[in-house]
């Protein structure tokens, strides 16, 4: 069974779907990451040719491995994630995943990781939409962009006064309207999805909300 998560930048879907696996007893898989981990490899080799950063990946060794109940990329034999997360990557990452080749080999790793064996909750910008339209639950996770940039700063450690919510603020819908308009599976919710406005909600509020329609959609309990 496949539970996707969509929405937009910094509405805390990574953090949100990774507490709901671990509450339903599933596996997490954060498809950004695979994103990342690409945009990662293009700057270490100094090309955006969609082919070359596929070889260059081939040759680190970019996959999905199981650590304990997360589905995390590896590159160069170890986890990706400390590489991951740099200013630098976060910059390219739209570019990146937005280029036609690169996203279908990022959709052939995530539906290869939902085995029959496996209750797989992912989270993206397309899950619902393009790489899981038959999900048994599709969530729309959202928030105000001033919520998501507050979260943001906290979560970099910066403080979150008012100007620096404001610029951040101004990043995130600018990124929004970004991966909404561009031509390759945009940022959209899907038609069947239920929307989950977090913007006044603490965070065991969201995973609560999101636990509890995920298991009314279900055959039977978790």
Avoid at 14 to 24: E, F, G, N, Q, Y
Avoid at 80 to 105: C, F, H, K, N, Y
Avoid at 135 to 145: C, D, E, G, R, V
Wanted: net charge neutral.
């Amino acid at each position: 069974m496949v539970i996707a998560i969509d929405g937009p930048a910094a509405s805390g879907k990574s953090s949100t779907a990774a507490a709901v696996a671990r509450v339903l007893g599933a596996y997490h898989l954060d498809s950004g990451a695979l994103y990342r981990t690409l945009t990662r490899v293009a700057l270490d080799a100094h090309t955006r040719d969609p082919e070359a950063i596929l070889q260059a990946a081939a040759r680190r060794g970019v996959a999905l491995a199981e650590h304990g109940a997360e589905l995390m990329p590896l590159l160069d034999g170890g986890l990706a994630e400390s590489r991951i997360r740099s200013p630098e990557v976060t910059g390219l990452v739209s570019e990146v995943s937005a280029m036609p080749t690169l996203r279908e080999w990022v959709n052939m790793q995530l539906r290869a990781a939902a085995r029959p064996d496996r209750t797989l909750v992912l989270d993206g910008r397309d899950i619902g939409t393009v790489v899981f339209p038959a999900a048994a639950t599709k969530i729309f996770l959202t928030a105000s962009p001033e919520a998501r940039a507050r979260r943001r700063l906290v979560q970099r450690g910066d403080a979150p006064d008012e100007a620096a919510v404001a610029v951040e603020a101004a990043r995130l819908v600018e990124r929004d309207r970004a991966d909404s308009v561009r031509p390759v599976a945009p940022l959209k919710r899907a038609p069947d999805a239920t929307v989950v406005d977090t913007t006044d909600m603490s965070f065991d509020q969201q995973v609560s909300a999101i636990v509890d329609l995920v298991r009314r959609g279900l055959p039977e309990p978790c």
